[in-house]
């Protein structure tokens, strides 16, 4: 409970917005609350589905609903950043949420992102959209995770018995806010942050574990070296590869939480392999900038969305 109160108060602290679902007119979108997409441990990862009445352009957007990693429904009506424009534009939106830290570790977190876009490309007739141009955002711990699909998502397994994940998790491109994207050099070179340092009230979502057929229970990964290689796969900046998605980090330069070192480094390596990449900087703007601020910068992101998601859409 403490560390749900916890995470509870940071989410308060760094994604607060005056900006909410209710500020679009209710007549111009359509929502599908409580979509099934999979199942964990026995339990439902829903997804809520947002689209346009009029003028559908055919596209998805996944918006990750996490901070902290943390997500849930009740997440949904004040941390995603001005929705309703993408809405405007003519997508569609989905609200994923994932299984939560602190019953859940990063690593654990990683296959719902998967799971939900396949789910997506399978039913991408029902939703009206492209399964092949589907777009990707999120802000904090959700713009690590779109990060990760990014440059992480990956091919299905052939044999699946779930035609479901037989498809390819892969995203066409993504834009994102303030994310973590080397947990090993944070801030500067060396400075781990897995569950330490700055990211400490966050130690939850870092503490590994692995089954032990020995003592037939799971056991915290302590050895450091094991605990580096975890770090490294979960830091999208490891994944880093030409054939990546089109990508768009919109960062402020006083962050504390996340240094905009994070966004310098990726953007710096996608750039270095070809990969179409942006850093949008907010002068003076620390982690999750005040009230509606961050929130209202979702521009930038529906333009790149429009750039590089719509290009083929005819008479756009």
């Not at 209710?22 to 599908?32: I, K, N, Q």
């Not at 918006?63 to 569609?92: A, C, D, K, N």
């Not at 994940?165 to 400075?191: H, I, M, Q, W």
């Not at 900087?281 to 521009?299: F, L, P, T, Y």
Request: charged share 25%; hydrophobic share 40%.
């Amino acid at each position: 409970m403490k560390n749900l109160a916890l995470a509870a108060a940071i989410l308060l602290v760094l994604f607060t917005s005056r900006a909410t679902w209710a500020d679009e007119p209710a007549a111009s979108y359509t929502r599908t609350e409580r979509v099934i997409y999979g199942e964990k441990d026995g339990l439902s990862l829903t997804m809520d589905i947002f689209q346009p009445k009029e003028n559908g352009n055919g596209r998805g957007i996944v918006f990750i609903v996490s901070g902290g990693w943390h997500s849930g429904r009740e997440m949904i009506t004040w941390l995603i950043p001005q929705p309703h424009e993408f809405l405007r534009r003519g997508y569609t939106v989905f609200a994923v949420m994932h299984g939560r830290q602190p019953k859940y570790t990063v690593p654990e977190i990683l296959p719902d992102i998967h799971r939900a876009v396949r789910f997506i490309r399978h039913n991408a007739a029902r939703y009206n959209v492209d399964g092949e141009k589907l777009g990707v955002c999120g802000a904090s711990a959700g713009g690590h995770l779109s990060l990760m699909q990014g440059m992480a998502g990956a091919e299905g397994d052939p044999n699946a018995a779930d035609p479901i994940d037989r498809l390819s998790s892969r995203v066409a491109a993504v834009g994102c806010f303030f994310p973590p994207t080397d947990f090993l050099n944070y801030g500067k070179e060396g400075e781990s942050a897995l569950g330490e340092g700055v990211l400490a009230r966050l130690a939850a979502a870092f503490d590994f574990r692995e089954w032990n057929s020995e003592t037939n229970r799971f056991e915290r990964v302590t050895d450091t070296n094991k605990r580096r290689e975890i770090g490294r796969a979960i830091s999208p900046i490891t994944h880093v590869s030409a054939d990546d998605p089109p990508t768009l980090i919109i960062h402020g330069d006083a962050d504390a939480l996340v240094p905009i070192q994070q966004a310098q480094i990726i953007i710096e390596k996608l750039k270095s392999v070809g990969v179409p990449a942006k850093l949008v900087v907010r002068e003076g703007k620390a982690h999750g900038w005040d009230g509606a601020g961050w929130a209202s910068q979702v521009e930038p992101i529906a333009d790149w969305f429009d750039e590089h998601l719509r290009s083929a859409v005819a008479g756009q």
